[in-house]
């Protein structure tokens, strides 16, 4: 019998309040040790890996533009909702975290 360790040990963690990310904006959070982004999209809350896949660029200053962010380093793209790459230079995907909210508490399981 084998056990996915990591989805064991994840957990959902108070991250903020809804309060505190303002609609269509980011906030950088760190969790565990992980660097993560949450965004507010017109009151729904995602949370993806903070760095950029292609050189480690800080998502949460870039550019919102419905589900997308842009790098603000070279301008790649991703889905804030799925966190798929969806433009060059980045190949890669950037990790997605689920979140809910809780009253007035968001919560992302890291
Ligand atoms: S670091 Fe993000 S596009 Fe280069």
């Given amino acids: 019998m084998s056990f996915e360790l990591v ?3 994840a957990e959902f963690t108070k991250v903020c309040s809804i309060n505190d990310v303002k609609t269509n904006s980011a906030k950088r959070i760190s969790v565990n040790g992980q660097e993560l982004v949450l965004f507010n999209l017109n009151g729904k809350f995602y949370a ?3 760095a950029c896949t292609h050189a480690g ?3 949460d ?3 919102i ?3 997308e962010v842009e790098c603000p380093w070279h ?3 991703f889905d804030i909702t799925t966190g798929k790459t969806l433009s060059p230079p980045a ?3 950037v990790k997605k975290y689920e979140v809910k909210v809780e009253g007035s508490d968001v919560m992302v399981k890291v």
């Fill in 7 to 9: 989805n064991i040990m």
């Fill in 48 to 50: 993806i890996e903070a």
């Fill in 57 to 59: 660029g800080p998502l």
């Fill in 61 to 63: 200053e870039g550019a």
């Fill in 65 to 67: 533009e419905g589900n």
């Fill in 75 to 77: 301008g790649a793209k």
């Fill in 91 to 93: 190949s890669s995907d």
